[in-house]
């Protein structure tokens, strides 16, 4: 990690960014990396996404990724929103505010930008993050197709959409 940049600190927490490669795409990775989210991270490089590392005493507790909008998955954006694709806490940190931390601070670090977030309406934990850190539930969406295009619908769809605005 001492090749990061360190951003800023707030509170508790020090943020550095990180800018994935095809080559390269986490310094730390907590979840598991299929081939379908590995080939969707490679995408993601190419269009520019940007992670952000949290630490806390020296040590990794979580990332966030940011995929910048308008790609064909997310037609309801615009180009200069950003969407969470993902957040992830270490799993020996969770139940500790950590994700709700990290969702209002890393709102600091992207300051006027319209932020999104597809959260699958059975991860409780997340949406309740994202409520805490003051995102908005606007929409609900369904998957569309082999390239996973997300769709809007009036309610029911399987991913709920959260706005920072």
């Not at 699958?120 to 609900?140: F, L, P, Q, T």
Request: charged share 30%; aromatic share 14%.
């Amino acid at each position: 990690m001492s090749k990061l940049k360190e951003t800023m600190k707030i509170n508790e927490l020090t943020y550095s960014l990180f800018r994935p490669k095809p080559w390269r795409l986490f310094r730390e990775n907590f979840q598991e990396m299929n081939f379908r989210k590995r080939i969707r991270f490679i995408l993601q490089s190419l269009r520019g996404s940007f992670i952000y590392y949290a630490r806390r005493d020296g040590e990794v507790i979580g990332y966030i990724v940011f995929e910048p909008g308008k790609g064909f998955r997310y037609p309801f954006t615009k180009e200069k929103d950003l969407i969470i694709s993902p957040y992830v806490v270490k799993e020996s940190c969770r139940g500790q505010g950590i994700g709700t931390r990290i969702l209002v601070d890393t709102g600091k670090l992207v300051p006027g930008r319209r932020i999104y977030a597809v959260v699958m309406n059975s991860n409780i934990a997340s949406i309740k993050a994202m409520e805490k850190a003051g995102y908005k539930n606007i929409s609900y969406a369904d998957h569309k197709g082999i390239q996973r295009k997300y769709e809007l619908c009036t309610g029911g769809g399987e991913f709920i959409i959260f706005s920072n605005k």
